[in-house]
T-cell receptor, first 111, second 111 residues
Framework: TQLLEQSPQFLSIQEGENLTVYCNSSSVFSSLQWYRQEPGEGPVLLVTVVTGGEVKKLKRLTFQFGDARKDSSLHITAAQPGDTGLYLC???????????FGDGTTLTVKP | KAGVTQTPRYLIKTRGQQVTLSCSPISGHRSVSWYQQTPGQGLQFLFE???????NKGNFPGRFSGRQFSNSRSEMNVSTLELGDSALYLC??????????FGPGTRLTVL
């Protein structure tokens, strides 16, 4: 079974701080996706990483895929209240189902 | 291009009733997946349809069923509702195995 573990589960920081959230697995994934979800809404795709060691930047967000394609991280620089939400990582499930999702990191950025 | 739409957005039912949820994918996307999201269980895969055929199925009881029409629109049905079925039901469409695009979800409350 391909599982994705995210840490931390909850994170509360002040505006302007930096943070990193992690997505780990013992399985190799062909790609990993990061989504952000706001309360009562569906997840919104932020990025897909495909190549081991790949780094992608989206404004203040930096995503990295581990060399072995078993883990990924999301780093946010100078967090803003608009970054508040549930961050989910996901990867294609080769055994069954469309994708495996992590349980998410709930980020709160206080003004 | 229009995103994934889901109707209705909110639904209140009582135990024992049945419910049908609808999803219209992004134009050109032939794969539609359904997920159940609850605070305790996270995002759980229900099933995936591709070209009117169920391609994958998650670990849910037979009370949960779905179908896909020739225009790729999909419906899911839950019969004999239980209190534990209260959740946000998310539909996602995709072109590849790597990325999914989610609708806003249907919030189902079972009383």
């Amino acid at each position: 079974t391909q599982l994705l573990e995210q840490s931390p589960q909850f994170l509360s920081i002040q505006e302007g701080e930096n943070l990193t959230v992690y997505c780990n697995s013992s399985s190799v994934f062909s790609s990993l996706q990061w989504y952000r979800q706001e309360p009562g809404e569906g997840p919104v795709l932020l990025v897909t990483v495909v190549t081991g060691g790949e780094v992608k930047k989206l404004k203040r967000l930096t995503f990295q895929f581990g060399d072995a394609r078993k883990d990924s991280s999301l780093h946010i620089t100078a967090a803003q209240p608009g970054d508040t939400g549930l961050y989910l990582c996901a990867g294609p499930n080769t055994n069954a189902g469309k994708s495996t999702f992590g349980d998410g990191t709930t980020l709160t950025v206080k003004p | 291009k229009a995103g994934v739409t889901q109707t209705p957005r909110y639904l209140i039912k009582t135990r024992g009733q049945q419910v049908t949820l609808s999803c219209s994918p992004i134009s050109g996307h032939r794969s539609v997946s359904w997920y159940q999201q609850t605070p305790g269980q996270g995002l759980q895969f229900l099933f995936e349809y591709f070209s009117e055929t169920q391609r994958n199925k998650g670990n849910f009881p037979g009370r949960f069923s779905g179908r896909q029409f020739s225009n790729s629109r999909s419906e899911m049905n839950v019969s004999t509702l239980e209190l534990g079925d209260s959740a946000l039901y998310l539909c996602a469409s995709s072109l590849t195995i790597h990325e999914q695009f989610f609708g806003p979800g249907t919030r189902l409350t079972v009383l």
